[in-house]
């Protein structure tokens, strides 16, 4: 692939933060940004030349985008399939449209790992309550029930502890498509964020721990404090799946470390991810930049972390007394606050992170405690 240089039009399927911050290195490095996207004052669309109103299953639409950009990338997966299929038979798109048809539903990404040797958690088809009845009695109790698509952050899923509890559960989810997984008693999650360029070139940043709270990720420690083989072993997955897409771009692989030190893959995510924005702050090159250097064609850049470092999500929730205190926050020059210029704080509603950075990673640690007493985070961990 020929490279495509600064001074040409990066497009962006989606508008959200992802794509904010997409934007942001974009303009950095010289290249214009068009967004795609139903929403008008996005948060992609506040820093992008061009904010295309658009629906994400309008195909003519679509097109009439692609007709304006040099090369086409994506910060949210719940685009319809055909859209990206004719806008690739337009203009380059990286990840591709099968990349995405994997992994924006989570039966075909499951059966894709299960079938290609990786490591994942039981799991059955579920299409009527029938099927869960039996899924439950072979893969046992607790479990979890997924929609098969459009879940994030803890939606669309369900936790089952007996067989009593099925009919409830597939209520919950809305009767469709689904998936139930083991449920995996795990010592902690674990994510590797990592480019892969065009030539096939491989840049994995350092393996992540994260920390949720109701099912949304609410810190993640840079680098995470496992075992070094346990490291090794997450970063040969991630660059395992990556070659087994042929993905081109940013890709979030999260892991399950369990008790006795297996990793088991959960979920991948073919973009720039929550658990990667500290590389921002804490790294040579960041997520972002590689996710454009990557569909660009260009060399990826340095993925090293110079700092011990943490990330903190900021969710609406800490808006409810009013403006948070940002002044404060900011006392600590070590701690780095984004912000993605959404207009209204809604619990749950992520709002912007904050990054610690420290010499130490017990300092970070301290650092992290204090913004969020200053915050009025309280974190209940899962």
């Not at 940043?205 to 997450?234: G, Y």
């Not at 500290?278 to 090293?304: H, K, M, Y």
Request: one cysteine or more; proline letters at 4%.
């Amino acid at each position: 692939m020929k490279p495509i240089l600064p001074g040409a039009t990066i497009g962006i399927l989606g508008s959200g933060q992802l794509g904010r911050m997409l934007a942001l290195e974009a303009r950095r490095m010289g290249y214009k940004v068009h967004t795609f996207s139903p929403d008008k004052n996005s948060p992609t669309g506040q820093i992008a030349d061009v904010e295309f109103i658009g629906k994400y299953d309008d195909i003519n639409a679509a097109l009439q985008f692609a007709e304006a950009v040099d090369v086409v990338t994506f910060e949210f997966e719940n685009i319809s399939g055909d859209v990206v299929k004719a806008i690739e038979a337009a203009v380059p798109v990286h990840p591709s449209s099968n990349v995405l048809h994997i992994t924006q539903h989570r039966l075909r990404e499951k059966n894709f790992l299960d079938s290609n040797g990786f490591p994942v958690t039981p799991f059955a088809k579920i299409a009527t309550l029938e099927e869960l009845k039996n899924a439950l009695s072979k893969l046992g109790t607790p479990a979890v029930l997924k929609t098969a698509g459009f879940g994030y952050d803890g939606k669309g899923q369900s936790k089952i502890n007996s067989v009593s509890e099925a009919e409830t559960a597939y209520s919950a989810i809305g009767w469709g498509e689904a998936i139930l997984e083991a449920f995996i008693d795990f010592q902690c999650e674990v994510s590797v964020v990592a480019a892969r360029g065009t030539d096939g070139s491989f840049a994995p940043f350092e393996v992540v721990q994260n920390i949720h709270s109701n099912h949304i990720l609410d810190t993640t420690i840079a680098p995470a404090a496992i075992d070094a083989q346990i490291k090794k072993k997450a970063i040969d997955i991630a660059k395992n799946v990556m070659e087994s897409l042929d993905c081109v771009g940013v890709l979030c692989i999260e892991m399950f470390v369990t008790k006795n030190g297996e990793l088991i893959i959960n979920e991948l995510a073919p973009r720039p991810h929550n658990s990667g924005h500290w590389t921002i702050d804490a790294c040579v090159t960041n997520q972002f930049e590689q996710q454009l250097r990557a569909v660009c064609g260009l060399p990826l850049g340095s993925a090293e972390q110079l700092r011990p470092a943490a990330m903190v999500n900021l969710l609406g929730d800490i808006w409810a007394n009013g403006e948070p205190d940002w002044a404060e926050a900011l006392r600590d020059p070590n701690v780095k606050l984004h912000l993605y210029g959404k207009s209204k704080a809604r619990k749950a509603r992520k709002m912007g992170h904050a990054t610690v950075t420290g010499n130490t990673a017990e300092n970070v640690a301290h650092s992290v405690k204090h913004l969020k007493q200053i915050f009025g985070i309280v974190s209940k961990d899962k």
